[in-house]
């Protein structure tokens, strides 16, 4: 138990601190509400028969420390036995996986525009972000006067009073005095800025964390043409279940679900929990299903950062692996005792077949 709180709600703790005090991840009375978008026909589209009670447990509003155990103890229970990470070949991979390392990254260097799943919904944020636009004029001028922003039109308001009274110095494009243009320019600026600074606390919320990427499955062709080099990278096999449930590579390490349309609706920033995060990072589109994807979680970096990994179980070296690569990561293998096959597709319309080289 305290490996797991440990592990999840430190690292909760300490993403979201560090974007904004106001929100708490460990408060008993003040829990996530997750929202997604359903349909008639359901609201998980593509799901494990297991997935249901885990999100419930792990993110539902009603959520504990006692309820997040149990969501770790079915999450342990399903986790395969072996995942995969597939690479194609360079002096960085290779380096990396001497070094037992894997890189994680956060959600704008992945491949999926839709990462994140995250939209504001309530008036309060909107207000809060046309505050802000306000309270950032006033330190540029000190004689404009205090105001509540509650929308868009007070604070076009606000400032056709202060152009009226000729502030000739501030940098907003005005039209001329009376002109009828004048407040609909105004209002489409502040809707304008309200969405720019939406879009600011949309980006850093996203990145509260990096993630690492597996797949539990080998033999997806997708997979080998998308992340290795068209069957001429190579695929390194972990088995994390092996480091025991309290292990904070196992206690970080999510599944993905797949929806139809996934989506995370907040109303507030104060609604925001560093799980309700992890939560929308572990959603994907239904198009994505065939990667069969679980993913590491870890403290946000601007760049990519490498991550301590277990000893590979095996590496798989794709059909199409060039002779000299190979070579390479026959060096590598002998070297840290790791098992290596190569896949081959003896026929067009057979499976692929491992054949084990070390």
């Known amino acids: 138990m305290l490996g797991y709180k440990r592990a999840f709600s430190l ?46 447990l792990m993110f539902g509003k009603h959520r504990t420390l006692d309820t997040m ?55 309060k944020l909107k207000q809060r972000a046309l505050q802000k636009i306000y309270d950032e004029e006033r330190e540029k001028d000190s004689s404009l006067p205090v105001a509540t922003i509650k929308n868009e039109y007070d604070l076009a308001a606000v400032f056709h009073v202060i152009h009226m009274k000729c502030h000739a110095e501030s940098t907003l494009p005005y039209p001329q005095p009376g002109a009828d243009v004048f407040i609909d320019a105004l209002i489409s600026w502040a809707k304008a800025k309200c969405k720019e600074v939406q879009d600011q606390h949309l980006h850093s919320i996203r990145n509260l964390y990096n993630v690492c990427c597996f797949s539990s499955v080998l033999e997806e062709d997708l997979m080998w043409s998308h992340y290795a080099d068209g069957h001429k990278g190579f695929c390194i096999q972990y088995d994390f279940k092996a480091l025991g449930p309290l292990d904070d590579r196992v206690q970080l390490l999510l599944p993905v679900v797949y929806q139809d349309s996934p989506s995370v609706e907040i109303g507030d920033l104060e609604e925001l929990d560093g799980s309700l995060v992890m939560y929308a990072l572990s959603l994907k589109s239904i198009k994505w299903s065939y990667e069969k994807e679980w993913r590491s979680f870890f403290m946000h970096t601007e760049r990519p950062h490498p991550e301590l990994m277990p000893k590979p179980k095996a590496i798989y070296l794709g059909a199409n692996v060039e002779l000299d690569n190979k070579q390479k990561m026959c060096e590598i293998c002998k070297e840290k005792t790791i098992p290596l096959y190569q896949l081959t597709l003896p026929n067009v319309r057979d499976s692929f077949q491992a054949i084990q080289i070390l």
């Open 69 to 123: 155990k149990r969501a770790a103890e079915i999450k342990y229970e399903h986790m395969p036995n072996a995942l995969y990470k597939f690479r194609c070949f360079s002096d960085h991979a290779l380096s990396a996986l001497l070094d037992d390392c894997l890189f994680s990254a956060g959600p704008d260097y992945l491949n999926d525009i839709r990462e994140a799943p995250i939209t504001f919904l309530a008036d």
């Open 11 to 56: 690292l909760c703790t300490r993403a979201i601190t560090s974007f904004s005090k106001k929100c708490s991840n460990e408060t008993e009375n003040n829990r996530i509400s997750i929202r997604t978008k359903k349909k008639k026909s359901g609201w998980i589209i593509f799901m494990e028969t297991w997935h249901s009670d885990y999100l419930k």
